[in-house]
Every structure is written in structure tokens, then in C-alpha cells.
């Protein structure tokens, strides 16, 4: 009798194993192109991204879900929102991004940026099905997808706390003299960024 059930829990597993490797998610990263295919049971879909821009790193290779937020804030960028926060691989994560002007272009501090509605879309997939996610491509070679989402970006949570800009001429106003602001103010400088192989953890 044991041997009967032995083998009807074998042939099952059997059965469901291609069936469970075929309901996971499979998400494609490319660099090149800072686009991502996802292929799920319900269909398939492409999608602009932003992946790590200049002096930082979005780490290729193959990776499994290591958790998921629904709101993670960064404690390394100003507590920056991550909304819908698919961890890969340490503090790097595919995630919602409200820079919606970015998407299709190298932006982020090493993370996987999408918009909002596919951030929400993919985490409700992946929390089904589960996921592996595959990073390939070079940003330095990209062949940016310009398309942009459609909708509107919902505002920031929290900001990150604003540069003070000096004033390119001269000024009377006591307020522009104290906040910085004046008629024509000359661009902020950025300052170099280091190379950083961590991201928003």
C-alpha cells in the first residue's frame, strides 16, 4: 500500500512541476534598450524602464525574489518612496518610480525603476507566480526606448530636501537675499557621483 501512495505522490509532483515552472514570471531586463519583457500565465508585456544611470551600477546576471514591499522608502536616498519594491539582490529592486519623464533612460541609483501602474501590475504577478528575473544588456551602448507611460506621476511622498540657487545678478529683496532666488538664477552645479555598487537599502 505505502509503495501505491509512493508512487501516485511521485507521478503527481511530475505533473505539477512543468505546470509550476511554467506559471512563473519571467522578467527580461535590457540594459541596451532600458526596456523589460515580462512573460506571465496571463500574457506578456514590454515596458520602458530606468535602470542605474552614470557612476552607479544595475548588477546583470540571473536572480530569484528575495522579498517584496509594497512601500519600501529608501534609507540610503533622503527616504525616497519605492512603491510596489520587488528585491532581487541585496538593496537592488525593480520598483514604481514617479520620475516618469525618465523612463527609457538610465536614471536610477542601480535599481530597476518602471512606472507606477506596471510597478503595481508585476508585483501582483510575481506575488502569485513567483519570478526569476534576468539582467542583461550594457547602458553604455543604449539605444534608449524613449516611449513614455501615459498617465500622470502621483506627487512624492517625500522630496529630496532642495539645493539653494544664487541669484545671477544682484538683488534689493531682502527675501531673495535669505532664500537664494532671484531674477534669472544661474544653474546649480551638480557634484560628481561616485561609483556605487549598492543600491536604495
Known amino acids: 500500500m505505502r ?83 520587488i528585491f532581487f539582490n541585496g538593496g537592488f529592486a525593480i520598483h514604481g518610480t514617479y520620475d516618469l519623464a ?4 538610465p536614471a536610477s541609483h542601480g535599481c530597476v525603476r518602471v512606472s507606477p501602474a506596471n510597478a503595481a501590475m508585476l508585483y501582483s504577478l510575481v506575488q502569485r507566480e513567483g519570478a526569476t528575473i534576468r539582467i542583461i544588456g ?5 539605444a534608449y526606448a524613449r516611449a513614455v507611460e501615459p498617465e500622470e506621476a502621483a506627487p512624492r511622498a517625500v522630496s529630496a530636501r532642495p539645493q539653494r540657487v544664487a541669484s545671477a545678478e544682484p538683488t534689493d529683496n531682502p527675501l531673495a537675499l535669505i532664500f537664494g532666488f532671484g531674477a534669472d538664477p544661474a544653474p546649480a552645479a551638480q557634484p560628481a557621483q561616485p561609483v556605487r555598487t549598492r543600491a536604495h537599502r
Open 3 to 85: 509503495d501505491v501512495f509512493s508512487s501516485f505522490v511521485f507521478a503527481t509532483a511530475l505533473v505539477a512541476a512543468p505546470a509550476a515552472c511554467e506559471a512563473r514570471v519571467q522578467i527580461t531586463v535590457d540594459l541596451s534598450s532600458q526596456t523589460m519583457n515580462v512573460v506571465a500565465s496571463g500574457g506578456s508585456y514590454a515596458w520602458p524602464i530606468s535602470s542605474a544611470r552614470d557612476g552607479f551600477v544595475t548588477p546583470r546576471g540571473t536572480y530569484g525574489v528575495q522579498s517584496l514591499e509594497t512601500m519600501h522608502y529608501s534609507k540610503k536616498y533622503h527616504n525616497s518612496p519605492m512603491p510596489h519594491s
Open 138 to 142: 550594457d547602458a553604455s551602448n543604449a
Open 102 to 105: 525618465n523612463l527609457g533612460r
